[in-house]
């Protein structure tokens, strides 16, 4: 029997890694492409996989193919490459992503990444021969394209109103790329709006320090996933059949019921792996912002995982086996300082330093935001001066932190029951996100492109699957500028999520450009 033949792009990164070797085991039974850069650390990741299928490493970029195995040396960017990686195969796999804090620091490479590189993809498909019908593509998106959900609208679904937070490019260019998705010809397509994935090697997860972690609200609500669970749910998806139900829709892909937590808690366990007593040992209250980041609970995860049945892994079990890739002699300091209280003590404060240089003198730093009078970035995550200075010592009028607290479901504007929508639900859906349905006939196929009309006055084409089932709405209205304050004065459905921690006379506006101020900020 011929092998189907898979194309995996993104197989360097973490979630992408991990799908790489469930799909390396699987070498029996399907055939592998996957298109890499072609740098050093990429060259060494794979050297291993290229020396067992017997390929002969080659330098820079080009095709190295044997025994099943290809690897494609290019950039997702370049058609020519993304065309080469897909020619002749039945699956395509994306995890490839160009993630914050690099996409906020390098928003052009975040573009071509997560733009343009997945419009390549689904370009490429679309051309191969019976493409659109016989390619199967899953696509993973973000839940960054939601934005913050706070208390009291912490559960999200898909369908939810997409709120990319003032500042984050990269959920813009995640929004775009899915967009091409639902937009496309291709008839078997799955969007996976992946969660924080959380690495299960201490050394990458070590290496996630950065001023951002200062970014996320500590009454954040979470539900992660590990990326062994991304990765295996990723290739799971190979195992759904053409007729399933499955495809041309969008899932909410989280850890489940086990992977819940707040922020805080989280916070919490990553200082305590390493020996510390916590993160208020370590940091001040004031450097972690009030909103404006992402993350929440998924009413709708189970969906996914009644598919993929990629729910293995706890938060508690997830804990236990990253203490354990510590290198020996970081082990050996955590138990030091959990037995040395003054040793505790001492390493706390060597954090805290460490943690207020990044937050004071790096310009992605809240606190340095505050020092240099960075008005927009304040706005957006604190509201204002005023409310920044206000900010208590730690155990002083704590936010909630209830893992269970009160919340309402969003409305999404029509009545989500019937089994068959008509004209009236897409015109009520259209109404109430300030707009119209201009379209006067359908045939209630859910994906056929119709002409709507924003609050703004902009036409654009949308399917109903697009509009009313994955939460997108008008294109021109997507940021960047953010106009949040006067879209949801104009617009009821994102209403929803913007007044909760957002006052009605609140009139901010961030202009295109405002994301330059922090570029190339790793460099400093």
Request: net charge negative.
């Amino acid at each position: 029997m011929k092998k189907e033949k898979v194309c995996l792009f993104g197989a360097s990164g973490t979630m992408g890694h991990e799908a790489f070797k469930e799909l390396w085991g699987k070498r029996n039974k399907y055939d592998i492409v996957v298109l890499l850069r072609p740098s050093e650390k990429n060259k060494n990741l794979f050297r291993n996989y290229e020396e067992e299928a017997g390929i002969k490493p080659i330098s820079g970029k080009g095709v190295a193919e044997r025994d099943g195995f290809k690897i494609v040396w290019g950039d997702a960017a370049d058609y020519a490459d993304i065309e080469e990686a897909i020619r002749g195969v039945d699956w395509v796999l994306d995890a490839m992503a160009f993630i914050s804090p690099q996409a906020d620091y390098y928003p052009e490479s975040a573009k071509a990444c997560n733009t343009e590189g997945i419009k390549n993809i689904v370009r490429a498909i679309e051309a191969q021969p019976n493409g659109s019908e016989h390619i199967r593509l899953v696509y993973t998106g973000t839940v960054a394209e939601t934005g913050d959900r706070l208390q009291s609208i912490h559960w999200g679904r898909v369908g939810d109103p997409l709120k990319p937070s003032i500042f984050d490019f990269y959920a813009v260019t995640k929004i775009a790329g899915e967009r091409a998705v639902l937009d496309s010809n291709i008839k078997h397509w799955a969007s996976l709006r992946m969660t924080y994935i959380m690495p299960v090697d201490y050394a990458e997860f070590s290496s996630l320090m950065d001023p951002i972690m200062f970014h996320q609200p500590i009454d954040s609500f979470m539900e992660n996933i590990t990326s062994r669970d991304a990765g295996y749910g990723l290739v799971r998806c190979l195992d759904i059949l053409d007729d399933s139900d499955f495809w041309r829709r969008a899932y909410n892909m989280g850890g489940g019921p086990k992977m819940r937590c707040v922020c805080y808690e989280l916070m919490n366990k990553s200082f305590q792996v390493n020996g510390l007593s916590g993160i208020e040992g370590c940091a001040e209250r004031r450097w972690f912002a009030l909103r404006n980041f992402h993350m929440q609970y998924y009413e709708d995860s189970h969906i996914l995982n009644d598919y993929l049945h990629y729910w293995r892994d706890s938060l508690d079990v997830y804990w236990e086996d990253l203490a354990r890739t510590m290198p020996p002699e970081m082990q050996q300091m955590a138990a030091e300082c959990r037995k040395n209280p003054e040793l505790q003590k001492q390493m706390e404060q060597t954090t805290h330093e460490i943690l207020r240089n990044m937050a004071a003198n790096h310009r992605n730093g809240t606190a340095y935001w505050y020092k240099n009078r960075c008005d927009m970035r304040i706005t957006a995550f604190f509201k204002n001066y005023a409310t920044y200075e206000a900010i208590p010592d730690w155990g002083m009028n704590m936010p909630q932190m209830n893992p269970e607290p009160a919340w309402h479901r969003l409305d999404h504007g029509y009545d989500e029951s019937k089994k068959k929508l008509d004209l009236r639900d897409l015109e009520n859906a259209a109404k109430f996100r300030g707009g119209e349905c201009l379209s006067k006939r359908w045939n209630a196929d859910m994906y056929q492109a119709l002409q709507w009309k924003c609050a703004f006055g902009h036409v654009f084409t949308g399917k109903p699957y697009t509009i009313l089932k994955a939460g997108h709405w008008c294109p021109d209205c997507v940021p960047p500028p953010w106009n949040y304050d006067e879209e949801a004065r104009r617009n009821p459905f994102f209403a929803q999520v913007w007044y909760p921690n957002h006052n009605k006379d609140e009139s901010n506006f961030y202009p295109a450009d405002c994301i330059q101020d922090i570029s190339c900020a790793d460099k400093d």
